[in-house]
């Protein structure tokens, strides 16, 4: 029959991508923003240098990010987050002075069940927001008392997640930028592995491209909330059986 092996898997990637695209985000626009602890001198997803580290950054949420696993099109992307309110508290809390910082994307905000970087391209995170900054913080890059708070009331200082503004800047306005060896990737991984731009502005020039795009490896969306995602599968595995039918009969 003409219906060959060969297509039939051209056609199944082609399922498992239209149901796990990427996040086309806009260059200005509102996220939320959690953080974690990245440790100094750490070489994350994307490969950039250690010393990176010493300044601003965040990982961003995968679908955002372009690759599920390694580099993707938004290592060392900059953007200047400007803290709005919190979302888990009761009620929000709202700051009485502005706060903003600028950072590098460093690192890979991984799928989660229905956790801040979740989000894909059908379905937001829990805040209604299709992208999440998570800022390497406490770092020695980042004032102890660069998030706002109001212990009296809430009885805590650390409110977790924040909805934020995000304008997509140059990297000339990172604090890192004027220090050369916070630019750029490692070399001892090999240039195969690691991929982060000193400025990147989406040109096929100066961006990354998806690692996981580039050797099969489809984006993983399955989440427990995710219904459009979890059928993906079973009806791969109906069309795997019709083909083998038929094939073989």
Do not use: R
Request: hydrophobic letters at 35%; a negative charge.
């Amino acid at each position: 029959m003409s219906f060959s092996f060969l297509g039939l898997l051209v056609l199944l990637f082609s399922i498992l991508l239209e149901t796990a695209a990427w996040i086309n985000y806009t260059a200005d626009g509102t996220a939320t923003m959690t953080h974690y602890e990245l440790p100094e001198n750490y070489v994350a997803s994307c490969g950039c240098t250690p010393s990176s580290t010493h300044y601003p950054t965040a990982a961003l949420s995968q679908m955002a990010y372009g690759s599920s696993t390694a580099y993707g099109p938004g290592c060392g992307k900059c953007f200047n987050l400007t803290l709005l309110n919190t979302w888990t508290s009761t009620p929000p809390f709202y700051p009485s002075v502005t706060k903003h910082i600028v950072i590098k994307v460093t690192d890979l905000c991984p799928l989660s069940g229905d956790g801040w970087c979740s989000a894909t391209e059908s379905k937001p995170n829990p805040s209604g927001k299709y992208l999440n900054f998570d800022l390497a913080y406490p770092s020695d890059a980042i004032p102890d008392n660069f998030f706002p708070s109001n212990a009296s009331l809430y009885g805590y200082t650390d409110f977790g997640v924040w909805n934020v503004s995000y304008q997509t800047v140059s990297c000339e306005n990172w604090a890192g930028w004027g220090n050369e060896a916070a630019l750029g990737s490692v070399a001892y991984l090999g240039s195969e592995s690691v991929c982060c731009p000193d400025n990147p502005t989406g040109g096929a020039n100066d961006t990354c491209p998806s690692y996981s795009d580039n050797n099969g490896i489809p984006p993983d969306t399955t989440t427990s909330s995710s219904p459009q995602t979890a059928g993906v599968i079973p009806s791969i595995l109906i069309l795997v059986f019709i083909f083998l039918c038929c094939y073989t009969g």
